[in-house]
């Protein structure tokens, strides 16, 4: 058996597992649905009460008029992108070059729509006011990811986000949000979520990465524009004639994690500083600004695949299912910390790392 397919065994094979929220399978929808009366009626091409309440709670919680729910988050941010561009007439939007409309998209924004990416700071660091001020393209939008996943979900500085939203506003740019995790961040801001996203003309959350739903996103903003949304959602033949086993998974999870967020993020610090007290081993950031960080480690993909194979055959817990390359010649994979951590006793984490210690200092 290859080593990556024997690291992916191993993790599923282990008896716990110290991050995530479990298993995405059939049990993730059951226990949604288990107290739900039978009698609910479904959503109808976006019609509904079961809907339409769903997306009050969501534009309340983000101090927006209005929110739309969305199959999925590639498809409001695109159209939530070409409604600015078609409104300034201008085909150009700002964003990392590590954006997830950028390396996971396959050029969606391009080819759907014509609307051209102009990428901002070094790929290695958030995006931060002069990276803004120095921007040479006239742009319709730009796009802040809090926060940023690919570099360890790290992120600005909150007077960084005002004074970036203060700019555009004077210059007549649009500010939307990818807050995919927007929920995970507000516990290191010390904000609510509405004081977050009045910063921002338009946002984006996921519904199934922190909080746990089946599948799902919200675009809000004020009326006009989400209203022009929808317009778009038939177009990308978002309307499904009925959503509702998104939506109630998603209300349902949402109603159970959404507080968990500040004990979420306490427990990456805590598992962070147990990486980092490993021969060989860091994180990025070094300290957690959310519930997400980056191990990475000194050894190549393969020699890391082997190891944590064995710890978890012998330790009966799982670390990660993957490791991926790094250019330096090192490995590392991404840390989502959920509502598993604090079932594993603090005894068996402590036995677990100072096993990986062990077996870090002997290669």
Known sequence: MKSNE???????????????????????????????????????????????????????????????????????????????????????????????????????????????????????????????????????????????????????????????????RAQGIKLHLDGARLLEVLPYYDKTASEVCALFDSVYLSLYKGIGGIAGAILAGDKEFTDQSKVWKRRHGG????????????DYYFDKRSGKMAAYYEQAKELARLFNGCEGISTLPVEPVSNMFHVHFSHPKETMEALLADLHQETGIGLTSYVKELENGGSSYEVSMGDLYETVPKEKVEALFAKLNEKMKAI
Do not use: N
């Not at 309307?239 to 998603?250: F, G, N, Q, T, V």
């Open 239 to 250: 309307d499904l004639i009925s959503l509702y086993p998104y939506i109630l998974s998603a």
């Open 6 to 168: 024997r690291l992916k065994q191993s993790y599923f094979d282990a008896e716990q597992v110290l991050a995530g929220h479990g298993k995405r399978d059939v049990h993730v929808l059951k226990e949604a649905f288990e107290k739900i009366d039978g009698d609910v009626e479904s959503d109808m091409y976006g019609q509904g009460a079961v809907i339409e309440k769903f997306q009050e709670k969501m534009a309340d919680l983000l101090g927006k008029e209005s929110a739309v729910f969305f199959p999925s988050g590639t498809m409001a941010q695109q159209i939530a992108l070409r409604i600015w561009c078609d409104a300034a007439r201008i085909r150009k939007v700002a964003y990392h070059p590590l954006s997830h409309l950028e390396i996971h998209e396959e050029k969606g924004l391009q080819e759907l729509h014509g609307i051209e990416s102009v990428l901002l700071a070094d790929k290695t660091r958030v995006i931060e006011l002069e990276d803004v001020l120095q921007m040479e393209d006239e742009v319709a939008c730009v796009l802040l990811e809090l926060p940023q996943r690919e570099i360890g979900g790290q992120l600005p500085s909150y007077e960084t986000l005002e004074q970036i939203s203060a700019h555009c």
